[in-house]
């Protein structure tokens, strides 16, 4: 059986080089994060240049995901410097103009609009929430008094967040809109969108992605309070989500966070779309060799709430062991899903459309591999969306995910379970298709039986929903 979560590899200058990348890609990634927020367009081609050239080696899909920074919220430099505050230290937070004459500790932040809405009794965290405020007192529209609720150092040009505000700042800055334009000409495969917090979010980048011809799948990265309040109707607008642990633990008390991941991979399982958990999975991984056992059970658990992906940012962007990271995290994969395969734990009950035939027949074809120990399900699926149910169904088996479209296959590599691969186009039958490539495939022996899902379109038409499914069992001296 092949293991069945996708691991996201982030690249970075640990990880720049083609022998690096091919180690990833021998380690278990199939998927690589570009993260924008660092480096610029000649070391992102350079990434994708050395991800193509892989897949064409190794006859792999490897998806490239590039990752918009979005606004990301950053005090500024007064001339201060770091300076310490302990519990119950008065700070002043303010624009610059206000810096003159105070005589507080003084936090400088030249974004108005983050003033807005600001009030006694709310909490400000900086440093990635290294260090707490909360506000004491509104002084005037652009300053603000803090008392800090914990001790540590304040240094400029940190992130600061106002945990629980929906801020007024558009998820899709000038420079994503820049970036977007060099994604979009190195041909990335998938955008992460941060900081969202509507679902008219993903339909902003969904139109400024439209004006270069492309249109490519979504995932919406939930880091704010407000986009959990509006959750079904981000799920049901974007392509994939991720829970970025990072930014919405600052918004949340930490004691929330397990209960918000869950939430959030339950209600992706429910509709198949895939879902990503990210942020500090094995981060002890980045200057030693070994993870701690809190990551270790944090790793398989997210697995066992029904991840699709897990993905590691600085193990690999800037780790010093890369390629063991994701070996680990391969490892502790095959024991929870051994473990979930053999006791039936974590099976997922989805309750979408099911009334719809195509979803049926597709709920059909994961119950009819386990009952006949399949060696896998072959799914034809035009648009991709049969195989993310099949996949939402958790079988045992793994998923062929046949199509012709490249972007639907490069997709489909985020959904567990599921292997990509390109069937003969020269053949019109989408069932012969999925066929032959069983009888061509290695992958498949002699009596194995596989489970073949396929659409047939209708004369005049060019896709349908899934209208067949079949037991298929490969024998000797078939021709292909």
Do not use: W
Not at 179 to 186: F, R, S, T
Not at 195 to 207: G, S
Not at 246 to 267: C, F, N, S, T, Y
Not at 386 to 400: F, K, N
């Amino acid at each position: 059986m092949d293991r069945h979560i996708k691991i996201i590899a982030t690249l970075g200058p640990g990880t720049g080089t083609y022998e690096a990348v091919k180690e990833l890609v021998e380690s278990g990634a199939k998927i690589f994060r570009l993260n924008f927020s660092h480096g610029g367009r000649e070391f992102f081609e350079e990434m994708v240049s050395i991800i193509r050239r892989l897949e064409e080696e190794t006859g792999l899909t490897l998806t490239v995901l590039q990752d918009l920074s979005g606004p990301k919220i950053r005090t500024c430099d007064v001339g201060l410097g770091a300076f310490e505050v302990n519990k119950g230290t008065e700070v002043m937070l303010g624009t610059s103009d206000k810096f003159e004459g105070v005589k507080e500790p003084f936090i400088c932040l030249d974004i108005p609009d983050m003033f807005e809405g600001v009030k006694v009794g709310d909490s400000v965290a900086l440093g990635d929430g290294m260090i707490r405020f909360v506000v004491t007192e509104v002084e005037d529209e652009f300053l603000i008094r803090l008392t800090a609720t914990n001790s540590g150092m304040c240094p400029p040009r940190k992130g600061i967040t106002f945990p629980g505000k929906t801020t007024q700042l558009a998820p899709l800055t000038e420079k994503d809109k820049a970036d977007l334009a060099i994604g979009m000409d190195l041909g990335v495969d998938v955008v992460a969108m941060s900081f969202v917090q509507k679902p008219e979010d993903i339909c902003n980048l969904r139109a400024e992605m439209i004006q270069y011809g492309r249109r490519i799948p979504i995932i919406a990265k939930l880091e704010r309070v407000a986009a959990l309040n509006c959750l079904d109707d981000i799920i049901h607008e974007a392509d994939g989500i991720m829970v970025a642990r990072g930014d919405l633990g600052l918004e949340l008390d930490l004691a929330e966070l397990p209960v918000a991941q869950k939430r959030i991979i339950r209600a992706c399982n429910k509709v198949g779309k895939p879902v990503i958990v990210a942020t500090q999975m094995l981060l002890s991984m980045v200057n030693s060799p070994m993870a701690t056992r809190a990551e270790t059970t944090d790793v398989a658990n997210a697995i066992l709430d029904g991840a699709d992906c897990v993905m590691l940012s600085e193990e690999t962007a800037i780790g010093q062991y890369p390629g063991d990271t994701v070996k680990f995290m391969r490892k502790i994969a095959y024991e929870i899903e051994a473990f979930m395969f053999d006791t039936g734990v974590g099976n997922i009950s989805v309750s979408g459309e099911k009334e719809h035939p195509s979803t049926f027949l597709a709920h059909a074809a994961a119950m009819l591999a386990g009952k006949t120990n399949a060696k896998a399900i072959v799914c034809h699926s035009t648009s991709g969306s049969t195989t993310r149910i099949l996949s939402s169904c958790r079988p045992a088996q793994s998923i062929y995910a046949l199509s012709t479209d490249s972007i639907v296959r490069h997709f489909t590599n985020l959904s567990l379970g599921v292997i990509p691969a390109e069937p003969l186009s020269v053949i019109d039958d989408h069932q012969e298709r999925a066929e032959v490539f069983v009888r061509q495939s290695p992958d498949f022996k002699e009596g194995d039986i596989v489970i073949v899902t396929a659409g047939q379109p209708e004369r005049g038409k060019s896709v349908t929903q899934t209208n067949v499914v079949k037991l298929y069992e490969k024998l000797s001296k078939e021709v292909s």
